[in-house]
């Protein structure tokens, strides 16, 4: 176990509309030294849709997998074969296909036969509820699937979970699927699948928590689309997904709360929430190989009437069999997104010479510092409180050395139709090196708690004048700032205008101190700029940059200026440009996902995923180094270079803890 700190989260009584997180620091943080994986989803299938490649590249390393299911998916019961007139509705005969579909694929994940047998069992939850788990093993992999089998839909309530979430009075049945070993429904209320959640995260202890999406985007389709689409009034996705995520961030912050009550440990882990539908609606980013990939894994959830499986409800969700996600015009299947997606951890030097990972732990703000300079290995985090935070921050270091930290705050989260509340937090450095002053709001550029749901990630950015610019992206999906002047005083939130862009955006401040802002749109990269230094940063209209599948890395190259790195849409090739869309030449890193960048005399040093998802690294040279050792990498990683210590990649592994790798010798002098 190891000391930091936090102050514990409170559960206001008599309500449990959900816990309070105090941000002041001081709390000690468990260590466990070992990797779990624990998604929660809505319903079966939204893991293979909205989670993958993530979960598969994770399982091949190793990482057990605890993959818990909320809803029955029974829907209308019918399991609809394309061609064929349609079938009697079965509520329970089509929840249990679709059971038998996600074992058929987490078989073929796993490497193995897709009719493998599973050992299926009992779980007791709290409450004397019960659940049925079905566990598979495959060599150093293990893979178990937890179904809590609430029903999608309820007399007079068309949508459930979201009524579940909103109403303290409602109580939802169970489905009993066929061939379950469960054979009694459950009843569950608001408190009731809290408490589950929460029990079920202190049994498996997870270091890593996949959600779908607590605060998805406003989109405002018509009538005949949205219901085509399946996505709720007004927002971009499933009214249950929403709802799931709601109660999955609603447990994390109550599983912190009961821990360190009584001067208890930080549960140590960390958090990626996938956009749903939001698919739909942006460029998809996903590459041919790795499309095949994801897309190869609902194939046997599809599964085929055909089949012998043995399973007396089915085969498979026949729904979505066969080339059908492919072929679908929705396209969930062809891209992942995240909710809050990050440039990777913050890495700040300190002023004895070692390096600082500042980062999301058990949803608060904590800092590993290395052992001793140059040595890449890490003391013990140490808790900086700010939660509950969502995943990634944004940090600027003042010409003074001081970091500066930003993060955004789930200010509050209560169903029961209580508050929903973000907020921007601000955690200010005293003196290098030193303690952190208190945390301070920021507010919301959004008026009202709806709206101010959709917040993206906080992006800041130190300019020479000794002012701080930070970015959001708003709830119109464009962008929001704020700027610290240099004697610490903050300016009002202003509307910076422009187009429609994608969460992930990345500042950075040129040759001439002037600041830049971009962030990928629907058909071209959107640029905010300053004409001068101290001005304004204003909108940049008619740019002719690429369009962009994932966020944008800038660097600086010798004698071109700042140069921009992403994957274009669907691709594996690096896009290379300058400010005015021109391509840099002989820059390029196979791969998927976002790029990290670093500016060097030679030229960039680049840093992302290959096909295969491996970490790897392409120096001005134009040699690639591939990562093949070390703990799985969890979420982006970010560059570090200097004179003195060559390259650094420095990133969060799947077991909850930083990792450093150096591709290349130092280069000394």
Known sequence: MAVAGLTGCSVPAPRRAGPTAD??????????????LMQIAAHPDDDLYFMNPDSQRMIDAGVPLVSVYVTAGEHDGRNHIPGRRDVPADK????????????????????????????????????????????????????????LNLAMHAPRRWMALPSLWKDRALGLRTVVADDSPVRKADTYDYDALVDVLVGLMERYRPTVIHTLDPDPDIQHSDEQTRKKDSEQPGY??????????????????????????DGGAIPAFVTTS??????????????????EEKAAHLVPYGGDPSWDCGNSGGCGDYNVGGVRPLTNKKGWVRATHHRHPSPGPVVAAEPDGRLAVYGVLGLRAVRWRETAPGSGQWGEPGDLGGGPLAPGLGGVTLEDGRHLLFGLRFAALGGHGGPNRREVVLLEQRRAGGPFLAWTGLGNPEHGDDRGRRLGVPVAVAAPDGRAHLFVRNADKGVSTRRREADGSWGPWRDLGGAEVQDGLSATVDAAGCVHLFAAGRDTVHHWAQDAPGGPVAFRAGTALPVAGDPVAVTATPG????????????????????????????????????????????????????????????????????????????PAVLHVSRERGTLAIGMGADARPWAWAPEPRTEG
């Not at 749903?276 to 499309?291: A, E, F, I, S, T």
């Open 92 to 147: 329970a005969a089509y929840s249990s296909a679709r059971h038998q579909g996600l074992r058929q694929a987490y078989a073929t994940m796993l490497g193995l036969d897709a009719f493998t047998p599973w050992q299926k069992g009992v779980m007791t939850l709290r409450g004397d509820r019960r659940a049925e788990i079905n566990t598979l093993t495959h060599g150093n992999r293990r893979v178990e699937l937890v179904f």
């Open 274 to 291: 996938f956009r749903g539908y939001y698919n739909r609606h942006w460029p998809k980013n996903l590459p041919g190989p790795v499309l």
């Open 23 to 36: 941000p002041a620091p001081g709390m000690p943080i468990s260590s466990s030294g070992r990797a779990q």
């Open 236 to 261: 971009s996705d499933h009214a249950d997904h929403t709802a799931v995520a709601s109660f999955s961030w609603a447990a994390m912050v109550r599983w912190v709360a009961d821990a360190t009550g």
């Open 560 to 635: 071109a200026g700042p140069v921009l790195l992403y994957r274009a849409p669907a691709r594996a090739k690096l896009t290379a440009v300058r400010l005015d869309g021109t391509p840099l030449p002989g820059v390029a890193l196979d791969g998927y996902g976002r790029v990290a960048a670093a500016a060097t005399p030679a030229g960039p040093v680049l840093l992302g995923k290959d096909l295969r998802g491996r970490l790897v690294v392409r120096t001005p040279e134009g040699r690639l180094v591939t990562r093949t050792q070390g703990a799985v990498a969890w979420g």
